[in-house]
């Protein structure tokens, strides 16, 4: 029988619902708080089974290269294992988990302002290195989406960066967002990523 543990899905320090969660990252039970109903993240308000979409996609996807050697490496059972081992904190939005049994704060755990290593994309993005830097920060990152290669990082001026790679010289979406911010910004449209490459 699967070990279940009870978590707070947070919305910065605002209890969103109240969630149980397997070894493996997997939702049982969900019990949402009414009172913060406004709360409850966009893609899972519908119903139930939206709400367990949002979860699943919340996690790096297996399918990612490189994902199961970096599993393998840190000693985790899926994504969704690394996810819930690291309280599904995420440069994308401000959702996080918090083990019912403790008091952690926003301020505390957020990586928008906590220095934190994205080990998972720095193996498979270097997979030709073993690189163990969990204790070199309080923090990892395993929740940055999509099929592509890719890290977060911070510079020396505390700026948060993702760094995105590739799988070869035909593999074309990295290419694609690069053309796309170039062609933004000729056009004067100023609400997009801009791409350092």
């Known amino acids: 029988m699967k070990r279940v543990a009870e978590y707070f899905l947070m919305h910065k320090d605002i209890r969103v619902c109240l969630i149980d969660i397997d070894e493996n990252g997997n939702i049982g039970s969900v019990r949402r708080n009414e009172a913060a109903a406004a709360h409850f993240p966009l893609g899972g308000q519908m119903n139930n089974m939206k709400f367990h979409e949002w979860w699943r996609d919340r996690a790096i996807p297996k399918t990612r290269h490189g994902a ?5 490496k840190l000693g985790y ?6 996810l819930v081992n690291n ?7 401000c959702y996080w988990i918090m083990p019912r049994e403790t008091e952690l704060s926003w301020a505390e755990v957020n990586l928008f302002a906590n220095d934190f290593v994205d080990t998972f994309g720095e193996i498979t ?3 030709d290195y073993v690189i163990d830097l ?9 929740t940055s989406q999509g099929e592509l290669q890719k890290k977060w990082c911070i510079d020396k001026n505390g700026r948060r960066f993702l760094i995105k790679g590739n799988y ?3 593999y074309q979406q990295s290419l694609n967002e690069i053309f796309a911010a170039k062609l933004h910004k000729k056009q ?10």
């Open 168 to 170: 070869g010289d035909s």
């Open 87 to 93: 309280l599904a904190l995420s440069l994308s939005d």
């Open 188 to 197: 004067g449209y100023n609400n997009y990523t801009n791409s350092l490459a």
């Open 68 to 72: 199961k050697n970096a599993l393998q």
């Open 134 to 142: 969990r204790n070199k920060t309080r923090f990892d990152c395993a």
């Open 77 to 82: 059972t899926s994504t969704n294992s690394a």
């Open 125 to 127: 993005l270097n997979s």
